[in-house]
């Protein structure tokens, strides 16, 4: 593919015992959760995998998010409007979001301690984000206002069905970083669990980070969304989990992904352009992950009795992933984690309101 590689070099540490710094604490069990695995034969339903949850998890090392923050504009429409065509939309709400954001609420929200790295303007928008996320109880410090652009925003058109369409307007997003990245910007960077990079900011903030994250020995998982563009080579040598849904991991691989084998046949591509581990979102046919030389990982869809606003899916399987990760725990007990929270997301509107806390995913993976 023009433009993109994978590095050779990519290794994720699934536990925190890899990462020495000042955060790293042992960990208290709290709490027993007991569920089916997915992967064994039907005639060994009785065998059950057991999911332990840290009871302090403030005392494992910080997940750490840049990227960025918008201004969701939600409007509710019957369906998406033809060329040329008016439509009226029956509601509208401006909820705050952002692929950055969304990942960095979630993390907070569930009881994992979280940071975020990115801009807003000085503006309303700006000021709605901010709120969101210390309600969420995400540590602000290095949210930076940047006077000169106004906060992202995005238009979200939100169909009957829960699916979704959606505009962004970069904003500060993509304007007013910094050509180096400051100094307590990489202090926290090399003393987090693991570092959350999606496509909505510059690629070189991104690549900067990836790299003093990979020097320090901390993971990096990369969200494929946001900018349709290649993803360079010099970010990607620095990535660890790459993860995209299938029809980004399609454009990214230029190859189909319209069922599992074609899926399949598509992340053995960017395991033979160099990169180790792809975690692939599958909506409502749940998730995968492909690591290589090893058998993927399938984990089902907990499916949702009604589907309000799909939105923030996504993201909330990726933070949620990563915080399980982070807490040490398998790679089946963290996409077991992630698909509990992506569905309790989707059963309510906007991205960061519909994040679930620790509770309620322990909880749902309870009643299983």
């Known amino acids: 593919m023009s433009g993109t590689a994978l590095s050779p070099q990519n290794h994720c540490h699934p536990t925190t015992q890899s990462i020495t ?39 494992s090392p910080p997940v750490v998010v840049v990227g960025s923050a918008n201004a969701d504009i939600y409007v509710e429409i019957d369906r ?21 954001a969304n990942q960095a609420a979630c993390g907070a929200k569930l009881s994992h301690p979280t940071y975020f790295v990115g801009q ?79 496509r909505e900011i510059p690629d070189y903030v991104n690549i900067q980070v990836a790299k003093a994250a990979r020097n320090a020995g901390v993971p990096v998982i990369l969200d494929a969304g946001g900018m349709d563009a290649p993803i360079p080579q010099e970010l990607l040598n620095f990535v660890d989990i790459l993860s995209p849904n299938e029809s980004e991991l399609g454009r990214l691989t230029e190859m189909p992904t319209d069922s599992f084998e074609e899926i399949t046949r598509a992340a053995v591509k960017c ?56 807490e040490g725990k398998s790679r089946t007990e963290c996409l077991s984690f992630a698909a509990a929270a992506a569905s309790l997301c989707i059963q309510v509107k906007g991205a960061i309101p519909s994040m679930p806390d620790r509770k309620s995913v322990l909880g749902l993976l309870n009643h299983l």
């Open 80 to 100: 998406l409007p033809k060329e040329g065509e008016t439509v009226s939309a029956k509601s509208g709400q401006t909820l705050a979001g952002g692929k950055g």
């Open 271 to 326: 395991h033979k352009l160099g990169v180790k581990q792809v975690l692939v979102k599958l909506g409502a046919k749940g998730s995968a992950l492909f690591i290589e030389g090893e058998e993927p990982i399938q984990q089902p869809a907990i499916l949702a009795k009604t589907v309000m606003d799909t939105t923030g899916a996504g993201d909330t399987f990726t933070a949620a992933f990563a915080v399980a990760l982070v």
């Open 21 to 59: 710094n000042r955060f790293t604490t042992p960990i208290t069990p709290i709490q027993f959760l007991r569920f089916r695995n997915p992967r064994q034969h039907h005639n060994h339903k009785n065998k059950l995998l057991v999911l332990c949850f840290s009871a302090n998890p403030s005392q």
């Open 120 to 198: 807003v303007g000085n503006d309303a928008h700006g000021n709605l984000i901010a709120d969101a996320l210390r309600n969420a109880k995400v540590r602000l410090d290095n949210l930076t206002v940047v006077p000169s652009a106004p906060t992202g925003h995005a238009v979200v058109m939100l169909q009957s069905s829960g699916q979704n369409s959606i505009i962004i307007v970069g904003g500060a997003n993509v304007s007013g970083w910094p050509q180096t990245l400051t100094r307590q910007h990489f202090e926290l960077v090399t003393t987090a669990g693991i570092v959350l990079l999606q």
